[in-house]
């Protein structure tokens, strides 16, 4: 009999550490100390980075949405109060900065130029993030099937764009995603469903039966 892929029962164990960690770096942030600042960067730049630009695909402005995002924690780090992790806190910190910066874009920015960049500064953000904190969904991959995966997440409808983002991705779970955007964990499943679904009609007749069957909403075997 098949059962729910969505598996809610995380180690209690590992989750209350993790809390601790999260409230001992809320608590030295809150203090002002170097290395608690150091820490913060350390654990979440590219993390931050990388939900960014695959919520954008913008290199330059993900890399504004970070600097915005890590502003806003700075400054509102005495708002924490461990009700939810610090990485759930930071990622809602970051959808929302996302959204402002789409907002700003197409207000602004479908056709500005950068005069100052050269051909040899243009490095995509595949170039930055090429390291082993590469998903295994990344991993599998080549090139080509890569970039119709871009395309296919840019033509995405944004509210399905981030939960797909969130969870295949980002490999948020279920209840984590719906803390980060604020919604119901029956609208996550659904949100993540559609846009699957979404994506695997965008990728018909493109990819190989596969990757369709990777992005077909399933129950787990």
């Given at each position: 009999?098949?059962?729910?892929?969505?598996?809610?029962s995380?180690?209690?164990?590992?989750?209350?550490?993790?809390?601790?960690?999260?409230?001992?770096?809320?608590?030295?942030?809150?203090?002002?100390?170097?290395?608690?600042?150091?820490?913060?960067?350390?654990?979440?730049?590219?993390?931050?980075?990388?939900?960014?630009?695959?919520?954008?695909?913008?290199?330059?402005?993900?890399?504004?949405?970070?600097?915005?995002?890590?502003?806003?924690?700075?400054?509102?780090?005495?708002?924490?109060?461990?009700?939810?992790?610090?990485?759930?806190?930071?990622y809602?910190?970051?959808?929302?900065?996302?959204?402002?910066?789409?907002?700003?874009?197409?207000?602004?920015?479908?056709?500005?130029?950068?005069l100052?960049?050269?051909p040899?500064?243009?490095?995509?953000?595949?170039?930055?993030?090429?390291?082993?904190?590469?998903?295994?969904?990344?991993?599998?991959?080549?090139?080509?099937?890569?970039?119709?995966?871009?395309?296919?997440?840019?033509?995405?409808?944004?509210?399905?764009?981030?939960?797909?983002?969130?969870?295949?991705?980002?490999d948020?779970?279920?209840?984590e995603?719906?803390?980060?955007?604020?919604?119901?964990?029956?609208?996550?499943?659904?949100r993540?469903?559609?846009?699957?679904?979404?994506?695997?009609?965008?990728?018909?007749?493109?990819?190989?039966?596969?990757?369709?069957?990777?992005?077909?909403?399933?129950?787990?075997?």
């Amino acid at each position: 009999m098949a059962t729910s892929i969505l598996d809610l029962s995380p180690d209690q164990s590992a989750a209350s550490a993790a809390d601790a960690e999260d409230l001992r770096l809320a608590e030295g942030l809150r203090a002002g100390t170097e290395m608690a600042y150091e820490e913060l960067i350390q654990r979440f730049q590219q993390p931050v980075y990388a939900l960014a630009i695959r919520l954008l695909n913008d290199p330059a402005g993900s890399s504004d949405v970070v600097q915005e995002v890590f502003l806003k924690v700075f400054r509102n780090i005495g708002n924490f109060r461990g009700q939810s992790t610090l990485r759930t806190w930071i990622y809602r910190i970051t959808v929302n900065e996302a959204h402002n910066a789409r907002r700003w874009f197409l207000r602004h920015r479908r056709c500005e130029v950068d005069l100052d960049t050269g051909p040899e500064d243009c490095r995509s953000w595949k170039d930055v993030l090429a390291d082993q904190s590469r998903s295994p969904f990344e991993m599998t991959l080549d090139h080509e099937r890569q970039a119709l995966v871009e395309a296919a997440l840019e033509q995405l409808n944004p509210v399905y764009r981030e939960a797909v983002v969130l969870r295949d991705l980002a490999d948020l779970g279920y209840e984590e995603i719906a803390a980060v955007l604020n919604v119901s964990l029956g609208t996550v499943k659904s949100r993540i469903l559609r846009g699957r679904e979404a994506l695997r009609q965008g990728f018909a007749g493109h990819l190989d039966r596969g990757l369709a069957i990777r992005l077909v909403p399933k129950t787990a075997e």
